[in-house]
């Protein structure tokens, strides 16, 4: 019996320092061979083009990039509204205006270029399946993302009663941007524990990914 074919990523890598770029595709290729950088740009104009040309699976986007009309990577985001293509951005910034910029506009997540090589591989995986990833201490400012007011708080309520308390505290963690690992080390449970927990929050809140999942706890302010 022949083994199953390894599922295959195509990424493109925007920054405007061809240092990151070459480093982001080394570290890539020595740490998963299931994910192919197919192409590079520097500034806003080449980003467009090159995503529109390669239809990459995932770009992995600075958020701070010359040329265009100065919107840096939200300008990248606008210039490929409609694509099937998922944006991770990955930045030194960890400025609050940088992360609810580029969320606004569409990007699937935020990490900082403090992440190791194999937690970016993981996170490049995470958002080709629709999941939203971010770097923990940058989660609280996805609240600012997805409206201002708070929700109703019977409607609130009535919603949480639906899961169990451990299902709250995996709901938090798993909204803020950590892993299926990362909760069960925060939690002292085994990583199928969370995924059994996980699959159950988002059947009970009639949600279809993590994604979705972090856009309601952020519009309860509940992360």
């Not at 480093?23 to 080449?46: F, H, K, N, Y």
């Not at 299902?167 to 963690?173: A, T």
Request: glycine share 10%.
């Amino acid at each position: 019996m022949s083994e199953p074919a390894t599922p295959h990523f195509r990424v493109v890598v925007v920054d405007d320092h061809s240092m990151v770029r070459t480093g982001v595709r080394t570290e890539l290729a020595a740490q998963a061979p299931d994910i192919e950088v197919v192409g590079e740009a520097d500034d806003v104009p080449s980003a467009v083009a090159a995503v529109r040309a390669l239809a990459p699976d995932v770009v992995l986007l600075d958020v701070h990039l010359p040329g265009g009309n100065g919107g840096g990577g939200v300008e990248v985001l606008a210039g490929c509204a409609g694509l099937p293509t998922r944006f991770l951005a990955l930045s030194v910034s960890d400025a609050s205006e940088d992360v609810v910029g580029v969320i606004r506009a569409g990007a699937r997540g935020y990490v900082t270029k403090a992440i190791t090589p194999a937690e970016l591989a993981d996170a490049v995986r995470r958002v080709a399946g629709g999941d939203a990833v971010f770097s923990p201490r940058l989660a609280g400012f996805v609240l600012d993302s997805f409206g201002t007011g708070a929700a109703d708080v019977a409607t609130t309520d009535g919603e949480l009663d639906r899961l169990s308390a451990r299902e709250q505290e995996v709901m938090r963690l798993i909204a803020r941007g950590y892993s299926y690992r990362e909760v069960a080390g925060e939690l002292f449970i085994s990583i199928k524990t969370v995924e059994t927990h996980v699959s159950a929050v988002l059947r009970k809140l009639q949600l279809s990914s993590r994604y979705e999942l972090t856009r309601w706890a952020a519009a309860r302010r509940l992360i």
